[in-house]
């Protein structure tokens, strides 16, 4: 590949509409671009579509080149989109520490204010 040309990954995607959402991924010197045809990707968004790609997730592959998943962080690797990837993956883990913590401490406080005062010891 020249820095001039670009590398272009495609796949269909199954959503909520009957038709697959085509899903194009672009990769031009170090510019990575993707879009997608569904709502959000209409409206420039980020959808679900590409992040799953991203992801690896191809439960929603239409397309039957599951194999070409596995190229995408390699064709984007070493472009502008590569840190915003990586710093959007990072704020996904920390949030489902932070659900976890918020879960516990929840189940702690009701244990507490749910627990039997022993007989005799005045009621709140
Ligand atoms: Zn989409």
């Known amino acids: 590949m020249t820095a001039t040309e670009a590398r272009i990954l495609e796949f269909r995607m199954q959503g909520s509409a009957s038709e697959p959402y085509e899903v194009r991924f672009t ?17 420039h968004q ?16 239409v397309s039957g080149n599951a194999q070409q998943v596995a190229e995408l962080l390699p064709m984007i690797a070493g472009s502008d989109a590569e840190a915003a ?35 005799g010891e005045p009621s709140p």
Not at 54 to 61: E, H, Q
Not at 88 to 116: D, F, M, P, Y
């Open 46 to 61: 980020l959808c679900k579509h590409r992040t799953m790609l991203l992801a690896g997730d191809v439960t929603a592959l």
């Open 85 to 119: 990837i990586a710093h959007l993956a990072t704020a996904e883990n920390a949030l489902e520490v932070a659900k976890h913590e918020l879960s516990r401490h929840r189940k702690a406080l009701a244990r507490i204010l749910n627990h039997r005062l022993p007989d």
């Open 27 to 43: 990769r031009a010197a170090d510019a990575s671009r993707a879009s997608c045809t569904c709502e959000a990707g209409a409206h």
